[in-house]
RNA sequence: GCUCACGUGGCGAAAUGGCAGACGCGCACGACUCAGAAUCGUGUGGGGCAACCCAUGGAGGUUCAAGUCCUCUCGUGAGCACCA
């Protein structure tokens, strides 16, 4: 024998062989409604990952994470009896490409598609089980046509308050139309970043820098295309509710939106015929409103201010629109402001309060001006203190008697109570709850025409126009300054040609400069701006379910399916379980019931895993973009997607984040060299919960390849010459007792730990089970098939090996992807005898072993027979005792 | 500053309110071997000869019983950051 290193197992023929049948098989295409093999009755499951930017630098091992779990519920569900959408595609338009392409003079196509086919080839060696028939490319001239299209959609509708939902523009009573499609031309400021040369969405702007790179982005008006998202702000909020997400995220995304409730307040100015609006969300506090804060780009500022105080006004004005948004969160510590001299009027008590401009009321929330009540709002009582405003308390935090009336307090408090209370100082509020006051006092303003109830958002308009090259164009044309769609039949729109497209350094799109590509008609010339690549993202996993259709952007059929699925899909999570289901009532055992029966299913994807820095970006629009769509009746869920899974990132080895600079980056290529896809996918589910975050360890995929190499000798052994041969398997020994309540608590274990995603713990109960047979021999042939098909949609070459070498295939099993998933047997769980822990006050003091049907009396008296439990209960009196069945008796003794 | 999540052996981690540390890594010892590697077996939270005692960031509380529930506190991570 030679020095060289022997593998443990001969992962490496084992893999490349498999990978290249399960391709030449199409082992794990899916049919869809129409296609051959396609079975109408059978439940459907879409199980979807976050498709990659195809970067240049390839996969390091973070990426599969993610993954390898959808692979792995894929193929479980698979031999479960579903057909299984289980697709991957490409987010490829990007900056990345566009630089890389102005660096080098490649065209980013070429880039991509060189990066396209890397991540291919290494997605490949991790084995995983996609239907490369539906691959998408979001820079594919028939995938973006579609993009284009849903634009276009976007277009020609608007948003029905009276429906609440989308309808074609042509249902628009009112005025111009423009004014309302949920696509539209703003000139408005922007997020302008001169280092990126392009504008930029409120979400990709973090802290005044972009978050692309951490460059300076400061404000400009111009003219883009802005998506009217905050016109489904409600239904991305209260739809939410619906959704199998993790609470962090819809708490993101609630927050986000940060839909507030509230209402708009008409105060007078003093003698004026203006009015000026403010938003709050605490009315009942009104009372205490000692004075009004307007934002400095307030329309009504110039027309306010008294001529004594326009200069020092004007110059606040200028100072405050010279400061970028950086330094304004920056400066955010010191509330600056100026008196306008001007006041207005409160409403409920005809009291004149000062009107000051501050920075620190913003323009493009809620009306842009405010009444500041200082007593009971922290900024408010932060600039009353530095300008020595007054501060008025009228908000109690316990009922308080005889404080009533109109005697203002005269001590001013040392800090805000933000808090609800009880109404004092109040007027007729006086004495009530916060939450009365508040409804009591918007009914009294509404009665008076000054003032009602209103809800406020955070979320803003979504901009939707970049200044690059490498994008999809828009499929709008203008003629002196008005834009019209293209028709549905000119699509798809693709980018000129062009060799220099380099940002123009302005906010002139690099469009702009193919002349002719610009020139639509004489008289027309093409948007030059295009879209961002959040486009692109936002219905791939539509064109999944139909991805080679050039008729539509999914077929309808195809659609309804993978969306919605048979009627009883998703009722049958574990269909060879039905049967035991009933057997196991009778013998009351526990089997989880399904879930999708209790809750029903608003959104059609079934399963999504991705990174947590989509929570409000990809997944926002995404759902705005679906919810148009279904509005329109192009889709059949009002949610794209139903259950929503965050895979933890994984660190260096150094336990810090993964990088190139840290040195610390590794790639699953040498991995899979060196131990193997099966150990490299058995590891990354092993190491901890699919959620958290954790670091690679080299030693640990070296115990995981151990695991699978004892799996391998479980059935192998090696010859004389030093050949693998089928080792000590018996097809006549059956399983003893023991070893029977072994491998049904495996199948137990291990589906429901598939089900919940849990793979780390559904790997260690196949430990325990190669750990059990690895001291049984001859091993019984069943178990091992067994042991196969559960491990299958973790290790799938390791386990199609052993299974093709063992021959079950020959003996009338399927392949083992389509063999039908294993159902456990209650009854082999229970054993006829068990130990309970014997506790004194709590404290183990003992074991005993009785029978399962004994008495708790039986139980009683054997425990407090018990030696030890003699002892310690010497000379006390026994006061209760505890019998947990199953578990422990606890004797309390006083 | 505010909101949310998380703190368990030397390490990654398990644990429907019911025997804390399953499983793996590492380590120690043993078997096989001329020897090593690989493999197989045994042991492995801390203290103590032992009986026992102590242990889930810290302090209280609820309970027959708390890693798990409640209150406060410290630490780590994420998000938001003048949103009225």
Redesign the pocket.
Known sequence: MS?E??K?YPFDQIEAKWQRLWEERQTFHAPNPGEAGFDPAQPKYFALDMFPYPSGAGLHVGHPEGYIATDIVARYKRMCGFNVLHPMGWDAFGLPAEQYAIKTGQHPAVTTAANVAKFKAQLGRVGLAYDWAREVNTTDPNYYRWTQWIFLQLYGSWYNPETRRAEPIDTYAGGNPDSVRLAFSSEAPVNWCPALGTVLANEEV??GLSEVGGHPVERRPLRQWMLRITAYADRLVEELDGLDWP??IK??QR??V?R?E?AEVTFAAAGSVETIK?????PDTLYGATYMVL?PEHRLVDLLTTPDQAEAVRAYRESAARKSDME??E??KE?TGVFTGAFAVNPVNAERIPIWIA?????????????A?PAH?E??FEFARKYFLPIREVVSPEPRLGLGGESPCSAEPLEPFVGEGYAIHSGPLDGLPTAEAKAEITARLERLGLGKGTR?Y?LRDWLFSRQRYWGEPFPIVWENGRHRALDESELPLTPPEMIDFKPTGTPEPPLSKAEDWIRYSTIETRETNTMPQWAGSCWYYLRYCDAQNRERFVGEEAERYWMTGPAAAGAQTMRDNADFALNAEAVGADVPAPRAATRPKIGGVDLYVGG??H??LHLLYARFWHKVLYDLGHVSTPEPFQKLVNQGIILGEDGQKMSKSRGNVVNPDDVIEACGADAFRCFEM????LE????W?T??V???S??L??VW?LAMEENQAGEWVVGPVSDSTEPDRAAQKVIHATIKKVTEDIEAL?F??A???M??FV?HF??VTPRPASALRILLQLLNPIAPHLTEELWERLGFEENGARPLPSEPWPAYDPSLLIEDEV???V?V?????D?LVVKLDATQETIISTALAAP?VQ?WTAGKQVK?V?V?PG??V?I?VG
Do not use: C
């Open positions: 020095n290193r022997r443990p973090v802290g609470e962090s708490l993101l927050n986000w940060g507030s509230g403010v938003f709050t969300t605490r934002s304004r969160t400066l955010a509330k920075d620190y009321v913003l323009a493009g929330y809620g009306t842009g001006a405010i009444m009540v709002d900024r408010d406020n955070k947590t820095e929570a409000v092993f190491m901890g919960p958290q975050m954790k670091p360890s030693l640990g070296e115990g995981s151990r695991f190499a004892r000798r849990s780390n713990t790997i260690a109960q430990m325990v750990n690895t001291a130990e309970l822990a506790q006050n709590g404290k183990v003091r074991k030890k002892e209760k505890i947990v578990k422990l606890n309390v």
